[in-house]
């Protein structure tokens, strides 16, 4: 089977998409049934990045995938050709834009608002990174839940419980820095749980503020880096006001470290009884997940080794390839 896989999202982001996808695209191409052709175009500026929405998803991606004489085309992002001469495949990471516009640019909104829901619905088979996503889809883009396949994250090999350990006293925050991810109200329950908060992450958009004594931003960092980071922290912090999927929650549970999350969110599916599920609207309720789980570090500590095993490549890449067949009417 010969997939043309879109790897232009790696040109805009080091975050979860650009993890699920440089995953995804590593297992595929160990397998024996797959060939996989990397289709992407332009480079990593703004205005490049606007260009691609209005002329590579459109139109250009599909003659890339005609021309490359593929089985099937996976659009690794909410955007895809209206029509193509292939099955196509949309993987969807969250609807995020549709629940919570006022927190995304401009250009997004906008797209989020006109384009969205019939990209989504004019794909032969739609890819969600979770059952939280897959009922998002059906309830929000209108598509009938026999299209959407759950192709979850896997964790890179690099988290595990074994390696070297940051040191301090800390509470480890994970994510870009944008209004979504909840880092204010993350920041005053640091505080009101008397610990210091490490924030790791690219900046994004929004004017969002990484302010206190207690504080410390330390931006992007390797991966070898982040897994000392979480082996050596208190808890993860990830009371992210929505997410697809939630992958430093993962992370944070193969290496051995306690998760606080968001209630009623895909994080909850992630974590199961893992994690600390808390309120992300109210500061106290994340201090109190805070000192939960210092309090029950070692029993969630051996339920999130447990639960991370769940979450393998391997296991992603058998679930695509299946959506892939069913697109070709195979499965």
Known sequence: MKVGLDVAPLLQTRA????????????????????????????RGRLTAVARDVVWYPALVAHAA?????????????????????PTILTVHDLAVLRHPDVFPLWTRLYGRTALRPTIRSADRVIAVS????????????????????????VERVFDADGPAASGEYALAV??????????????????????????????????????????????????????????????????????FGIPAAEAMACGTPVVTSAGSAMADVVGR????????????????????DRR???????????????????AAEAA??????????G
């Open 16 to 43: 979860g998409t650009a993890r699920w996808l440089n995953g995804l695209k590593g297992e595929l191409e160990r397998r024996q049934d797959v060939t996989v052709l990397p289709l992407s175009w332009g480079g």
């Open 66 to 86: 005609s021309r490359r004489q593929v089985d099937v085309l996976h659009c690794t992002i909410f955007r895809a050709p209206p029509r193509a001469r292939v």
């Open 131 to 154: 059952e939280f996503s897959k009922r998002e889809v059906v309830e929000l883009a209108g598509v009938d839940e026999w299209v959407v396949d759950v192709v979850p994250n896997g």
């Open 175 to 244: 994510g870009t820095v944008e209004p979504r991810k909840n880092l204010a109200r993350t920041i005053e329950a640091a505080a009101q749980a008397g610990i210091e908060l490490r924030v790791v992450g690219d900046p994004g958009w929004g004017n969002v503020t990484l302010a206190g004594p207690h504080v410390r931003r330390l931006g992007f960092v390797a991966d070898e880096e982040l897994a000392a980071l979480y082996r050596g922290a208190r808890c993860l912090v990830f009371p992210s006001l929505y997410e697809g």
């Open 274 to 293: 893992a994690g600390i599920l808390v309120d992300p609207l109210d500061p106290g309720s994340i201090a109190n997940g805070i000192d939960e789980a």
């Open 297 to 315: 570090r070692d029993e969630l500590v051996r339920l999130g080794l447990e639960r991370a095993r769940l979450f393998t490549w391997e296991r």
């Open 321 to 330: 390839v299946g959506s892939y067949a069913r697109a070709l009417g195979r």
